[in-house]
T-cell receptor, first 118, second 112 residues
């Protein structure tokens, strides 16, 4: 158990629908990152939140949005779903934005949510 | 624009031999590099890292080499074991916003 909890583990939904993925970061971690891994693709950075505020944005579609709540958990909202949105969605957390947390850069990943759009 | 490239989607190596996974980057501002390992249905886990002030870092069976002039790094696993079969991701950061830029991954298969 990495300490980063993602729910649900699996999600099957129809095109055009909206889903919400949830991430609880490791205790004490202030930053949350969302990544998408499509079939046979690398990890695509979507968005980062730090202590409730958006810190950085990657290749996130306008149909997607995220937020981080006061208790530091984060939700990724995916709407108007398309078949191509089927992917593994990973959340990672780190204590601070930076590398001063040791050799692993402070990043810890959750086990992911597998989204299947049919 | 892929700033971090892992050009080999997969690699098959005999158990006990050396596995060499390669990673190239284009951004000369990258100053910290990491390797992550990922098993199916699990999130990536940290394996080893290297700062740009070094050219080699070793941790047990795993060694990462950095060639800054060639903008190339490699991960050596010696000896390779069946449990090493996984997808390996290379990641880099320029420290400006501490984002990690990821490669596409290389699937390593260790044959018995």
């Amino acid at each position: 158990d990495s300490g980063v909890t993602q729910t649900p583990k699996h999600l099957i939904t129809a095109t055009g629908q909206r889903v919400t993925l949830r991430c609880s970061p490791r205790s004490g971690d202030l930053s949350v990152y969302w990544y998408q891994q499509s079939l046979d693709q690398g990890l695509q950075f979507l968005i980062q939140y730090y202590n409730g505020e958006e810190r950085a944005k990657g290749n996130i579609l306008e149909r997607f949005s995220a937020q981080q709540f006061p208790d530091l958990h984060s939700e990724l909202n995916l709407s108007s779903l398309e078949l191509g949105d089927s992917a593994l969605y990973f959340c990672a957390s780190s204590a601070e934005v930076g590398r001063d947390l040791g050799p692993d850069y402070g990043y810890t990943f959750g086990s992911g949510t597998r989204l299947t759009v049919v | 624009d892929q700033q971090v490239k892992q050009n080999s989607p997969s690699l098959s190596v005999q158990e006990g031999r050396i596995s060499i996974l390669n990673c190239d980057y284009t951004n000369s501002m990258f100053d910290y590099f990491l390797w992550y390992k990922k098993y199916p249905a699990e999130g990536p886990t940290f394996l080893i890292s290297i700062s740009s002030i070094k050219d080699k870092n070793e941790d047990g069976r795993f060694t990462v080499f950095l060639n800054k002039s060639a903008k190339h790094l490699s991960l050596h696993i010696v000896p390779s074991q069946p449990g090493d079969s996984a997808v390996y991701f290379c990641a880099a950061s320029d420290g400006s916003n501490y984002q990690l830029i990821w490669g596409a991954g290389t699937k390593l298969i260790i044959k018995p």
